[in-house]
């Protein structure tokens, strides 16, 4: 505070001194006789008057360590209190119950009883008064849990009736019962009627539920979808908060004025080994992050016992102690008898001893935090959702404590994270703390097979649950594929320029293929479905073309003029603008790409995104949310554009791309493509978009696509009009060319034969080296066009799977064998990847020779000749390659590639691209 204003109120005028210095005189005097919270509080006073008044003023960033909303302030709680507690008793049990169930029944299995043991109220305000389920086909609030609290999430299913004792008997043992197991954590591949948001990979969940909020008022602004009626809630804990991801797009939320998403952080004050900020306060930082970017933030510290103690704080001293105290000392309360808190929080100062003389040292560790009283957080999920209108997204910090009821060995310990198993004898304190006693008699309690409790259907908790749920539309959480707004497939002709080359102009399939993304976007069936996502490298892609036609998504509409407006492809943003152009951060773009791409499901919306970046920036970058997207089910579209390790020229070591292919093969739902030509990126996409979006099984349907796009100039060739190309293009293997013939009379006679396999913009190179071999060395090299190693892969392994598992049926022949049977010769591989990509079909080929060309080693700047030269991979190296094959299986000596690399100019003992 102190600075801003040193920093600029001399330089503002002052209009009348004497008013000034009476004003500064007043506060002076009430320091010095009031002390300084006295002057706090009168300056507090003054900036809440002034911000009622209109006066503006920049926020302050910390409020004192209370609650947000007084107690006066509080508005009526309509629940029961009496069932809830019960109800929420019953959960926090079978939670318990199911995980140490889990670890008896199968050591080590693991799962967490502390975690949502800290947050059961967090979640059961939510499902008795907020969370929107989908009935009558809504599609509902979107609820991110925190992932180690998925044991409530199922202990409340059981209880609804949704899941049954046997479920919560598979969890975490989800290969027995044909794989329907309850998954560890929320995995909408593992359990995809029932989970919608994968969160536990720590930021993620956080990041992605924002993104799904600016995405929820893309379509409505788009009016794709009315989404206005969904409300996104993200639970995070306290430690996730110092992954950059979760608090890395705070302020887009903000400036996009995403009113629709609320956070809610379980500050338990632990995380995994420890307190997250034991000699400070994580929820005052956190406080002041959000402020800071612009968020309305509810803070919820104290339980209502601790309303009266402040009500009789006079003199500020109990303030003072809760603002000085360090979250490592609060912890150490939740694990000490009261005692220990009456002498070292309230003890050394007289005032605040005699504030809790008539409470026991029982009632005084039991005073609870707010995170643990639901009419405090009913209060602040009101006005959570009150807020809608006000343009600002809501965090909700709750103060808890880890383990909350799980005794005291679990309360505050720094180990509790991973305790998972409980005695008998802490299963009943446990118990009775949860004042169970007549629901579960003692004889039943145990610690291999404790009881989980179920309700009757005509129980009044069961009752009372139901009829929740009924009047906030039925049971969260639930995924469904039911489609509310239907889309056909594109038009064939969106296609047709993508069929017929280039007509003699070099162009690259980057430029082919954002020549097929407008025609999409042009097309009557899908064009509105298209959604485009660039981190600001569109003009690297050439794609700024695109920006005028079909306008930058800006929920603002565009306020000023652009400095290009008079020209064709001006910066055009636009309410209704369809491209998501999100600026520099990989880790929105997808994001954003997974909110389009899972949209058929989380709002039966389906979208076809179409996500283009810097291929070096994406599988090693935002790996993990690849990972989740196809946890996710997610569909669409990556562009891995600037492909290749030397097609990117000049850009050196850490943009050119050798290995995103290594990465995508590491991911089942990937398929990854690395095509040569234009209409090879057509019939990918073609095939894709039918793939995912026409119908099918899930099996088949739930991929995405990683597709390749280099910015080499050639020409495109037309497409063959050989019958199936379009299929062998998308299975990854097709003869481009056959074997050159012999010059002159010789035709055909005596060209000793070999097969060359091409990926990307390796194709020049090996057509180039094709040539050569058959003028120079009399070989006859077949080009084959290798579109997906990954695809031919998978389908080879299943193969071998097949036979390994039925020796005696009838052996099946893997697909790239089945496709080279006709070629001949040895093989040689060559891309701008790294040779493991080419390799991965190798263990199939086990009676060829097979030669891999590839750019394994580290990027440098320089030009596209000289790069394939260093890595080996330019023509000269190629024919060398072949010829080396040929020498391999004895077809020539070794004196022919001798020749070669002294007609190449190769220098055979240059230093190894790998180790350089
Ligand atoms: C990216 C990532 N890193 C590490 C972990 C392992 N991990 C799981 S829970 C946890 C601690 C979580 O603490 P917090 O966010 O405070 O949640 P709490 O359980 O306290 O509510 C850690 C480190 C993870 N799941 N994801
Ligand atoms: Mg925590």
């Known amino acids: ?345 309230f003890g050394p100062d007289d005032r605040l001893r005699q504030m809790v003389s008539h409470l026991t040292d029982d009632d005084i560790r039991n005073l609870p935090r707010g995170g643990h009283d639901y009419r405090k957080l009913y209060a602040a999920y009101k006005a959570a959702s009150d807020n809608l209108g006000s343009g600002r997204p809501t965090v909700i910090l709750a103060k808890t404590v880890k383990g909350w009821t799980l005794g005291e060995g679990f309360e505050g310990r720094n180990s509790t994270h991973q305790i998972k198993k409980m005695t008998k004898k802490q299963m009943l304190d446990m118990r009775d703390r949860l004042h169970l006693q007549d629901d579960i008699p003692e004889e039943l309690v145990d610690d291999k097979n404790p009881p989980y409790i179920k309700l009757g259907a005509d129980s009044i908790e069961y009752q009372y649950m139901m009829e929740r749920r009924r009047s906030l539309d039925g049971f969260v959480p639930q995924r469904t594929t039911r489609v509310r707004k239907p889309m056909s497939l594109p038009d064939p002709s969106a296609f047709t320029e993508m069929w017929s080359g280039s007509n003699g102009q070099a162009v690259s399939t980057t430029m082919g293929f954002t020549r097929l993304l407008r025609s999409l976007t042009r097309d009557d069936n899908v064009g509105e479905r298209i959604v485009p996502i660039i981190p600001d490298e569109a003009r690297t892609f050439g794609m700024d073309s695109l920006f005028r036609e079909i306008g930058i998504y800006a929920s603002q509409g565009q306020l000023y003029e652009p400095v290009d407006h008079d020209l064709l492809l001006s910066y055009a943003e636009s309410k209704s603008g369809q491209i998501l152009e999100e600026g520099i951060t990989e880790a929105g773009a997808m994001s954003s790409f997974i909110a389009a791409g899972t949209s058929y499901a989380t709002r039966g919306v389906p979208m076809i995104p179409f996500y283009t970046f810097y291929s070096m920036f994406g599988f090693q970058r935002v790996g993990d949310l690849i990972w989740q997207a196809a946890d996710m089910r997610a569909r669409g579209f990556l562009m891995g554009a600037t492909a290749g390790r030397t097609t990117l020229e000049g850009e050196g070591l850490q943009h050119q791309d050798g290995h995103s292919l290594v990465l995508a093969s590491t991911v089942p739902a990937v398929q990854a493509y690395d095509p040569s030509f234009a209409y090879e990126v057509g019939a990918i996409v073609d095939a894709g978009i039918k793939r995912m979006y026409g119908g099918g099984t899930p099996d088949e349907t739930d991929v995405f696509y990683y597709i390749t796009l280099y910015n080499e100039n050639y020409e495109m060739p037309v497409m063959p009009d050989t019958p199936g190309i379009a299929e062998a293009i998308v299975e990854g293997l097709y003869k481009w060319a056959d074997a050159p013939s012999a010059a002159g009379e010789n035709e055909n006679a005596g060209l000793i034969p070999a097969t060359l396999l091409f990926s990307g913009s390796a194709q020049g190179a090996a057509r180039e080296a094709a040539a050569d071999l058959a003028e120079h060395y009399g070989v006859g090299a077949e080009l084959w066009s290798a579109t997906s190693y990954k695809a031919l892969r998978e389908e080879g392994l299943s193969a071998e799977r097949h036979n390994r598992l039925h020796p005696s049926g009838e052996r099946r022949v893997p697909r790239v064998a089945q496709i080279l049977a006709d070629s001949q010769g040895p093989i040689t591989a060559v891309s701008d990847f790294m040779m493991a990509v080419p390799e991965q079909v190798m263990r199939f080929l086990p009676d060829r020779t097979f030669m891999t060309l590839g750019t394994d080693g580290m990027g440098r700047s320089d030009t596209r000749e000289a790069l394939r030269r260093h890595f080996e991979i330019d023509t000269g190296h190629i024919v060398v390659g072949v010829l080396s094959a040929l020498l391999q299986d004895g077809k020539v000596d070794a004196s022919v590639v001798h020749d070669a690399i002294s007609r190449y100019d190769i220098d055979p003992d240059a230093v190894d691209p790998y180790i350089v």
Not at 90 to 109: E, L, Q, S
Request: hydrophobic share 40%; proline share 5%.
């Open 1 to 345: 505070m102190c600075m801003i204003f040193d920093g600029h109120v001399h330089q503002l005028p002052d209009i009348d001194p004497v008013e000034t210095e009476e004003w500064l005189d007043s506060l002076d005097a009430v320091v010095d006789r009031h002390g300084k919270n006295r002057a706090r509080y009168l300056l507090s006073r003054l900036m809440a008057r002034a911000s009622a008044s209109q006066v503006s003023f920049p926020a302050t960033v910390s409020t004192p360590y209370v609650n947000t909303i007084p107690r006066s302030e509080e508005p009526w709680f309509p629940g029961d209190e009496h069932i809830e507690r019960r109800i929420r008793a019953f959960i926090r049990w079978n939670a318990a119950a199911m995980v140490v169930k889990a670890n008896k029944a199968a050591d080590g299995i693991g799962g967490h009883l502390s975690t949502f043991a800290s947050s059961a109220a967090l979640y059961e305000i939510g499902f008795n008064h907020f969370f929107r389920g989908k009935a009558d086909g809504n599609p509902g609030d979107h609820v991110y849990f925190q992932g180690h609290a998925a044991p409530g999430v199922y202990a409340r299913a059981f209880l609804e009736g949704r899941l049954s004792e046997d479920d919560l008997d598979h969890f975490r043992r989800e290969l027995g019962r044909d794989g329907r197991g309850l998954s560890s954590y929320p995995h909408p591949r593992l359990m995809p009627d029932f989970w919608e948001f994968p969160t536990v990979s720590m930021g993620l969940g956080s990041l992605t539920a924002l993104y799904q909020a600016r995405y929820n008022r893309y379509l409505l602004n788009r009016e794709i979808d009315d989404t206005s009626g969904s409300r996104v809630w993200a639970f995070l804990g306290d430690g996730e908060c110092d992954e950059p991801e979760t608090l890395g797009a705070i302020s887009l939320a903000s400036r996009e004025q995403l009113d629709n998403l609320v956070f809610v952080v379980n500050c338990n004050l632990q995380r995994l080994d420890g307190p997250v900020r034991g000699n400070g306060k994580v929820i005052q930082e956190l406080e002041a992050t959000f402020r800071g970017a612009g968020w309305n933030v509810i803070k919820v510290v104290w339980g209502s016992k601790w309303d009266d103690l402040l009500a009789q704080d006079k003199d500020g001293v109990l303030l003072n102690k809760m603002n000085t105290t360090v979250d490592g000392e609060f912890q150490r309360y939740a694990t000490e008898p009261g005692g220990y808190a009456r002498d070292h929080f």
